[in-house]
């Protein structure tokens, strides 16, 4: 999905862009291929991008299924992952630059905090900053910090990231890390790509409720495109969408019908730009 700005909506809405054919398990039953894992079709699709666009500066948000080390060290020198980070993940210190003595050099330096730790820190400095929506309340105040580690696992190379950890000043939520493969990129912004991130289920939940024979009920035309094409044009495609059809509607805290639950049972796809 490519997160763009309508002109004639006030939100990011999600644009299909790419799919991929990502046959299950049992497709590859009695077969001489091993079944590709979520992870590598991600890795895939982020190289395709790249090379379609190799002068762009690319932005993958993911959920927390992609929060791979392999994942992240295999697209990172193509492109920004931005995903959730957990908060006992083992992050350590860059290795000095100069090695002393002899033997292979450090690839780690010393062991970092727990981000758990640093909540609890009372010297850290935090900064408070305004997103237009967080877990379903918009213009929502809250309080930001940020540094950079390498995040090591055994058996694996360890990929330096840009951790961010935000926590809501009342309290009324809990805290939530965040990690990005730039490490020059500015914390603010991580936040705000993650958080267009919502505007996946925004799309999917309204598409449905501006169907081709309600606009031509409203509109009384049959020329689709034609229709579409004004209507995209003069900003009035919201305004005759279908009321939704469900006898219990969901609550929505959204002005396109983002769910209020939707960032829990959030669909897992890395493509969102």
Same mark, same amino acid.
């Given at each position: 999905?490519?997160?763009?700005?309508?002109?004639?909506?006030?939100?990011?809405? !999600?644009?299909?862009?790419?799919? %991929?054919?990502?046959? @299950?398990?049992?497709?590859?039953?009695?077969?001489?291929?091993?079944?590709?894992? =979520?992870? &590598?079709?991600?890795?895939?699709? !982020?190289?395709?991008?790249?090379?379609?666009?190799?002068?762009? *500066?690319?932005?993958?948000?993911?959920?927390?299924?992609? /929060?791979?080390?392999?994942?992240?060290?295999?697209?990172?020198?193509?492109?920004?992952?931005?995903?959730?980070?957990?908060?006992?993940?083992?992050?350590?210190?860059?290795?000095?630059?100069?090695?002393?003595?002899?033997?292979?050099?450090?690839?780690?330096?010393?062991?970092?905090?727990? =981000?758990?730790?640093?909540?609890?820190?009372?010297? $850290?400095?935090?900064?408070?900053?305004?997103?237009?929506?967080?877990?379903?309340?918009?213009?929502?105040?809250?309080?930001?910090?940020?540094?950079?580690?390498?995040? *090591?696992? /055994?058996? $694996?190379?360890?990929?330096?990231?840009?951790?961010?950890?935000?926590?809501?000043?009342?309290?009324?939520? &809990? #805290?939530?890390?965040?990690?990005?493969?730039?490490?020059?990129?500015?914390?603010?912004?991580? %936040?705000?790509?993650?958080?267009?991130?919502?505007?996946?289920?925004?799309?999917?939940?309204?598409? @449905?409720?501006?169907?081709?024979?309600?606009?031509?009920?409203?509109?009384?035309?049959?020329?689709?495109?034609?229709?579409?094409?004004?209507?995209?044009? *003069?900003?009035? =495609?919201?305004?005759?969408?279908?009321?939704?059809?469900?006898?219990?509607?969901?609550?929505?805290?959204?002005? %396109?019908? %983002?769910? /209020?639950? !939707?960032?829990?049972?959030?669909? !897992? /796809? #890395?493509?969102?730009?």
């Amino acid at each position: 999905m490519l997160l763009v700005h309508v002109p004639w909506a006030d939100p990011i809405m !999600a644009l299909p862009f790419l799919t %991929l054919l990502a046959p @299950s398990k049992r497709f590859y039953t009695g077969k001489l291929r091993a079944p590709k894992t =979520l992870v &590598d079709w991600a890795r895939q699709a !982020a190289l395709q991008i790249r090379r379609w666009l190799p002068d762009r *500066y690319i932005v993958l948000v993911a959920d927390s299924a992609f /929060a791979a080390i392999e994942f992240l060290a295999a697209v990172r020198d193509h492109v920004c992952v931005v995903t959730r980070l957990r908060l006992d993940a083992n992050l350590f210190a860059f290795p000095p630059a100069k090695r002393k003595g002899r033997g292979r050099p450090a690839i780690k330096g010393k062991r970092l905090r727990k =981000l758990s730790a640093v909540l609890k820190d009372p010297k $850290v400095h935090w900064q408070r900053c305004r997103i237009s929506l967080w877990y379903g309340r918009t213009n929502r105040l809250v309080e930001i910090t940020s540094g950079t580690a390498l995040w *090591y696992r /055994a058996g $694996v190379p360890p990929v330096p990231i840009r951790w961010l950890l935000v926590r809501d000043p009342k309290g009324d939520l &809990d #805290p939530q890390a965040f990690l990005a493969t730039d490490l020059d990129a500015r914390p603010q912004d991580i %936040l705000a790509w993650f958080v267009r991130r919502w505007q996946v289920e925004v799309t999917f939940d309204d598409l @449905s409720y501006c169907t081709p024979p309600y606009v031509i009920e409203k509109t009384g035309s049959a020329d689709l495109d034609r229709t579409f094409a004004e209507l995209l044009r *003069y900003g009035t =495609l919201p305004r005759i969408r279908q009321p939704r059809p469900s006898a219990a509607p969901k609550e929505h805290s959204h002005i %396109l019908g %983002l769910p /209020a639950d !939707a960032f829990g049972g959030s669909c !897992a /796809a #890395p493509w969102y730009l």
